[in-house]
């Protein structure tokens, strides 16, 4: 079975231009969530899909931050426009069901960098 | 809210030596409490896990324990190998009614030869 797979792996983009991030989850799984990690600091939520929907979107930044989960299979991330303090690797998994015992499963995460 | 302490990195050792990762958490109720391990180059994979108080959980060596008392889950090894150099992540979930992974700030490991 496929894991969960991102592109691309790495991202370098100028100040005030759009970057748009994908995920490919592994198959049957219905939720799919986004984290951003920052140089040495904890890995951060976004937000979370359960199929198409977003079943929680607290940690997205603010309103130049975009996600999208199309037809409930892969979800893309836009960040327009994006800055500075956007660089880090974004990570996106998935797993087949919610509870509190249930392993995610990691994507190798999008390393963005905005200059 | 919800939230994960791990150690700052990165812990260097020599290989065969003792590893001992420092993990406490703040949460409401019962989480589970969960490691997980990136390799360079590579996602974030599951190390181990424990769903309730006591519990051990334990993987390929390694070992940590959900202590309930001290809000703590602290990874150990008892001999390190070269091939674990990685960054380490504990994780809670479960916690005031959201399963989404409450993630640390990962520790970096170096074993040296």
């Known amino acids: 079975e496929a894991g969960v797979t991102q592109f691309p792996s790495h991202s370098v983009i100028e100040k005030g231009q759009t970057v748009t991030l994908r995920c490919d989850p592994i198959?049957?799984?219905?939720?799919l969530y986004w984290y951003r990690r920052v140089m040495g600091k904890e890995i951060k939520f976004l937000l979370h899909f359960v199929k198409e929907s977003k079943q929680d979107e607290s940690g997205m930044p603010n309103n130049r931050f975009l996600a999208e989960r199309t037809g409930g299979t892969y979800s893309t991330l836009k960040v327009q426009p994006a800055e500075l303090e956007d660089s880090g690797v974004y990570f996106c998994a998935s797993s087949r069901e919610t509870s509190k015992n249930t392993e995610a499963f990691f994507g190798q995460g999008t390393r963005l960098t905005v200059v | 809210g919800n939230s994960v302490t791990q150690m700052e990195g990165p812990v260097t050792l020599s290989e065969e030596a003792f590893l001992t990762i420092n993990c406490t958490y703040t949460a409401t109720g019962y989480p589970s409490l969960f490691w997980y391990v990136q390799y360079p180059g590579e996602g974030l994979q599951l190390l181990l896990k424990a769903t309730k108080a006591d519990d051990k959980g334990s993987n390929k060596g390694f070992e940590a324990t959900y202590r309930k008392e001290t809000t703590s889950f602290h990874l150990e090894k008892g001999s390190v190998q070269v091939s674990d150099s990685a960054v380490y992540f504990c994780?809670?979930?479960?916690?005031?009614?959201?399963?989404?992974?409450?993630f640390g700030r990962g520790t970096s490991l170096i074993v040296h030869p």
């Open positions: 198959s049957g799984h219905d939720n």
């Open positions: 994780a809670l979930s479960g916690s005031g009614g959201s399963y989404i992974p409450t």
